[in-house]
């Protein structure tokens, strides 16, 4: 059963760059696209990116000047780089799988809270 | 890209019937049957409920069903029930190979 968990630093100072980790375990990981998305309290979810394992991505236009997203086949890992950030990325991230034809995200992790903070 | 536009709220008694609604453009729901529906209960992750329009994975009840029109995807929940009760949102793939959600709507079971 493929599981996949977020992690890195909770708290983030203002103008610095966040960053998180997402493990991928169980599964396969070459065949799949994986994505983050974030989601401000109390507010909805919003896609950020994705990556293929070849390393091919994609980014929301909203966020593609300040994002980087980057992939690690040989630890089954995906990571996420903000730069700049301010209190509106303050946020739940999650890590989820993209299935290659439908791009459903069929599995999620569990979310980490980044705040950032003045 | 603009979030795609779902009613905030819908609410419906146990046993009812409701439909949640899921407008975007002919870049993205218009152009692909690639919309997916996730079910979120308070504090919890999205779970994936419906994609490619139409279809559920394995263990979703066939209480929840999904359709398109046009620009316009639907998700019903015949049947409703408590646990039902959630935020659920729309997502789509697009014509610049991104990806887009709703802005969710909240179901509340009276």
């Known amino acids: 059963q493929v599981q996949l968990r977020e992690s890195g630093p909770g708290l983030v100072k203002s103008s610095e760059t966040l960053s998180l980790t997402c493990t991928v375990s169980g599964g396969s990981f070459s065949t799949y696209y994986w994505s983050w998305i974030r989601q401000p309290p109390g507010k909805g979810l919003e896609w950020i990116g994705y990556i293929y394992s070849s390393g091919s991505t994609a980014y929301n236009p909203s966020l593609k000047s300040r994002v980087t997203v980057s992939v690690d086949t040989s630890t089954n890992q995906f990571s996420l780089k903000l730069n700049s950030v301010t209190a509106a990325d303050t946020a739940v991230y999650y890590c989820?799988?993209?299935?290659?034809?439908?791009?459903?995200?069929?599995?999620w992790g569990q979310g980490t809270t980044v705040t950032v903070s003045s | 890209q603009s979030a795609l536009t779902q009613p905030p709220s819908v609410s419906g008694s146990p046993g009812q019937s409701v439909t949640i609604s899921c407008t975007g453009t002919s870049s993205d729901v218009g152009s692909y049957n690639r919309v997916s529906w996730y079910q979120q209960p308070p504090g919890t992750a999205p779970k994936l409920i419906i994609f490619?329009?139409?279809n559920r994975p394995s263990g979703v009840p066939d209480r929840f069903s999904g359709s398109k029109s046009g620009n316009t995807a639907s998700l019903t929940i015949s049947g409703l029930q408590a646990e039902d009760e959630a935020d659920y949102y729309c997502?789509?793939?697009?014509?610049?190979?991104?990806?887009?959600f709703g802005g969710g709507t909240k179901v509340t079971v009276l």
């Open positions: 997502s789509s793939y697009t014509t610049s190979s991104t990806l887009i």
């Open positions: 490619e329009v139409t």
């Open positions: 989820a799988r993209i299935h290659p034809y439908h791009y459903g995200m069929d599995v």
